[in-house]
């Protein structure tokens, strides 16, 4: 599946500085996954954000335990798969640079390929 909206995924979306990331993403058009450990709590945290007209969807996901990761993002599936932007090679590759930044590296800012991108 494509989309023209930028994609973003807000774990702890269901309340907090989480929920509220969410509202803001998705008033600026992004469409949003709220991601919440409890899938009763993020139904309702969604709901009250399609009332406002909101481009919202939910996913279960407890950010400590790896099942749970692996399960929300097979069932993520418009992120990847054949019709993805880049290969799974070119995306490990943004990661694996991220993750071993290192302390001076640079950071507060979105990065693409290396360089800073606007966001
Ligand atoms: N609020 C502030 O002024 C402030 C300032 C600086 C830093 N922070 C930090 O920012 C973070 C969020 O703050 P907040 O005020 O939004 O806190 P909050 O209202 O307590 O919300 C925390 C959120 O994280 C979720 N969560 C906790 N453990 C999780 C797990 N294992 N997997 C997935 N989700 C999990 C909670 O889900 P449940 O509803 O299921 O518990 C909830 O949605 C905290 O780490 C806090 O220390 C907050």
């Known amino acids: 599946m494509t ?12 309340r907090g500085i989480g929920y509220e990331l969410v509202k803001q ?26 009332e406002l007209d ?3 969807s939910c996913v ?7 099942e749970s990761i692996s399960q929300a993002a097979v069932s993520i599936n418009d992120m990847g798969g054949p019709s993805a932007p880049r290969t799974p090679r070119q995306a490990a590759e943004s ?8 302390p001076d590296g640079p950071n507060g800012g979105f990065f693409r390929d290396g360089k800073q991108i606007p966001w």
């Open 3 to 14: 989309h023209d909206k930028q994609v973003a995924l807000v774990t702890g979306g269901n």
């Open 54 to 56: 909101l481009d919202v």
């Open 95 to 102: 990661i694996l640079w991220l993750a071993t930044i290192g």
């Open 25 to 50: 993403l998705s008033l600026k058009g992004f469409k949003v996954i709220l991601a919440s450990r409890d899938r009763e709590m993020g139904n309702k945290a969604v709901q009250k954000l399609k």
């Open 60 to 66: 279960e996901m407890d950010v400590a335990n790896y």
